[in-house]
């Protein structure tokens, strides 16, 4: 079938994006779901860091390729093997396929599949090779999910069924920005009721962390970003302090608000020096938690004395450390209690022809979340 997507044709093309247009728009052929997989019409898909990161070459993908990774859309086909899902059914897609079968799948750890994470690098399907093609050539996949598109052929291990009662803008939210932030924050077991937490970085996963952090009942939430308007959504949506992380006294200021410092920082800017920077938030005995995606090459400079006689943790989340499945359902129902209010993420609701604006938007940190929202009728 016929679909249209945007494309990024280049690694690495230079700025402003809606002069150099690194995403074309335009129409590519989309083959029928094979075995396992299923055909889903996008209803909504956010632009996020880790799509700018392919973008400008931090993380190098092959190329051409449909980029975007976090989205929401409706079942039209399933293929072969699938019995679980309708035409009809409401999905989140989500950014790693767990093949089931490796074994951190079988150990209870879907976000680590092997299988998963070989694919995604290759860009193409679980099950191997591309659905996407132009003019005979084939075109790649964002792992596996490639939702800047009106339709996607996607593994029935990247979906999650949900509730078609829930906005599907606001399900797509839940695939990245809430699977990561609040999922570090619910399932690292490291922010406690009462206890002190520092949030590192707030783009649209290190505020959904903020969100999960108050739902959590850490009674101190520290919000540090550069930019000044993060800072004043992050005081809205419950952080207790705020710092300019460009402040050269930021440490001693914040050990200073928490008594030493916080039992937990999270870290979600996807650069080292602001790993260090929450490690150096970190109390005695404390965790320090990484889950944004740095430059392959970037190097983290902390002394290893630390970890032993302050006895600190230093852990990595991806996908939220969680189980998707289980994960995105509680999500929701967080969110339609009114616990988990994602909806004061997004900053903006634009189509797919105007995607290269709003990655410019994006890097210059003018945006939170941002979401293209496709015709579902």
């Known amino acids: 079938m016929k679909i249209t997507a945007a494309v990024l044709e280049e690694i690495g093309r230079s700025g402003p994006y809606a002069q150099t247009r690194p995403l074309t728009v335009g129409e590519l052929d989309l083959s029928p779901p094979r075995y396992g997989e299923v055909l889903v019409r996008v209803a909504a898909a956010g632009l996020c860091h880790s799509d700018l990161s392919v973008i400008n070459g931090d993380r190098p993908r092959p190329v051409p390729m449909v980029l975007g990774h976090e989205g929401a859309g409706i079942v039209e086909a399933v293929g072969e093997g699938v019995s679980d899902l309708s035409p009809g059914d409401h999905v989140v897609f989500v950014f790693v396929p767990s093949c089931g079968h490796c074994a951190p799948c079988q150990s209870g750890r879907p976000a680590l599949c092997e299988p998963g994470a070989a694919a995604n690098g290759r860009g193409e399907m679980l099950a191997g090779g591309t659905r996407l093609s132009r003019d005979g050539q084939p075109v790649h996949h964002m792992t596996g999910v490639a939702s800047f598109a009106t339709h996607a052929v996607i593994s029935r291990r990247s979906l999650v069924r949900i509730n078609p009662d829930v906005p599907l803008h606001i ?19 490291a922010v406690q009721p009462g206890g002190r937490t520092a949030v590192v970085g707030l783009g649209g996963v290190g505020l959904a962390a903020i969100l999960g952090a108050v739902a959590a009942g850490a009674e101190t939430i520290v919000a540090i970003d550069p930019i000044p308007a993060k800072l004043a959504l992050a005081q809205q949506l419950g952080a207790t302090h705020c710092f300019d992380a460009t402040d050269a006294n930021l440490t001693e200021k914040v050990r200073e608000a928490t008594q030493g410092g916080v039992d937990a920082a999270l870290e979600f800017a ?3 020096r602001a790993l260090e920077s929450a490690f150096a938030l970190t109390r005695r005995g404390g965790t320090t938690i990484s889950a944004g995606l740095t430059n392959p090459n970037a190097v983290l400079n902390i002394s290893p004395l630390t970890l032993v006689a302050e006895e600190r943790s230093l852990r990595g989340s991806y996908l939220g450390s969680g189980v998707p499945a289980r994960d995105i359902p509680r999500f929701l129902g967080l969110f339609e209690r009114g616990k988990l209010p994602v909806e004061k993420l997004m900053t903006h609701r634009i189509r797919l022809d105007e995607i290269n604006e709003g990655f410019d938007r994006l890097h210059r940190g003018e945006a939170v979340r941002q979401v293209i929202e496709f015709p579902t009728n």
């Open 270 to 272: 996807g650069s080292a």
């Open 171 to 189: 399900a797509a939210l839940m695939g990245c920005a809430v699977l990561t932030g609040a999922g570090a924050v619910f399932n690292m077991g």
